[in-house]
């Protein structure tokens, strides 16, 4: 019994002894591999330090700030009296005609409202186009509820905007008050169902920049 015990420990003894040498060898011969595969691999690792380019990244940012100085100062002053100065003055940027009297500068805000809605109606038509697969139901059902929202604004922009050649403020202003209250119908949607909103940046832009509408509009009472 004890004999064939001692024999066992020699064949394990021995078998670890072998298998020590087959693993040297087998480290041998991966750090010789590796040492090979690490030459190969030096041209394949030049590309990634050809690409960077942070000229570019810097290029795009430097634009837009300097033209906001030269904004007429006549329609500054009306900005100045709606909540939103800042974004009064950088919305109705694409729209200034040269007149700087409140009915123009209302046009003109009217226009970049519609803009916002518009932009917000491209972002949800896109996300809808493009179903992600995380997205839950709800989130799902309030896109369209959201998507009635926008139509029902721009729906109501175009009544406003004829609202102004007649100064019917009374039209205009209900017009105005929907088009807010459509954009936060969709924020609370997303409320309501403790969803994160993917448009809250749109709806918020739209409704501050309905609110510069009506106060633009309050100017002219
Ligand atoms: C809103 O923008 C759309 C698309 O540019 C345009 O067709 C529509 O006439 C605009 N509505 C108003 C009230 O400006």
Same mark, same amino acid.
């Given at each position: 019994m004890m004999k064939l015990f001692n024999h066992l420990i020699l064949i394990i003894s021995l078998s670890s002894l072998l298998s020590f040498l087959y693993s040297a060898e087998a480290v041998l011969s991966v750090y010789s591999l590796s040492s090979f595969s690490k030459d190969d691999q030096a041209p394949v690792s030049l590309p990634p330090t050809t690409s960077p380019a942070p000229s570019e990244s810097e =290029?795009?940012? =430097?634009?837009?700030?300097? =033209?906001?100085?030269?904004?007429?100062p006549a329609i500054k002053k009306i900005c100045d009296r709606t909540g939103y100065s800042e974004l009064c003055q950088s919305s109705i940027r694409p729209y200034l005609t040269g007149k700087t009297d409140p009915v123009s500068v209302l046009e003109m805000a009217i226009k970049a409202c519609n803009s916002s809605v518009q932009a917000a109606m491209a972002e949800v038509n896109r996300m809808m186009s493009e179903?992600?697969?995380? =997205?839950?139901k709800t989130t799902a059902s309030q896109l369209e509820s959201c998507k009635e929202n926008y139509i029902d604004a721009i729906d109501s922009l175009e009544k406003a905007t004829k609202a102004i050649p007649t100064r019917d403020m009374n039209t205009f202003n209900t017009m105005i008050s929907a088009v807010i209250t459509d954009c936060d119908t969709c924020e609370q949607g997303f409320i309501e169902f403790e969803e994160e909103s993917p448009l809250k940046q749109y709806d918020e832009t739209a409704e501050k920049i309905g609110s510069i509408c009506l106060s633009i509009s309050k100017l002219l009472e």
């Open positions: =290029a795009p940012e =430097a634009s837009p700030s300097p =033209a906001s100085s030269t904004i007429d179903p992600n697969k995380d =997205a839950s």
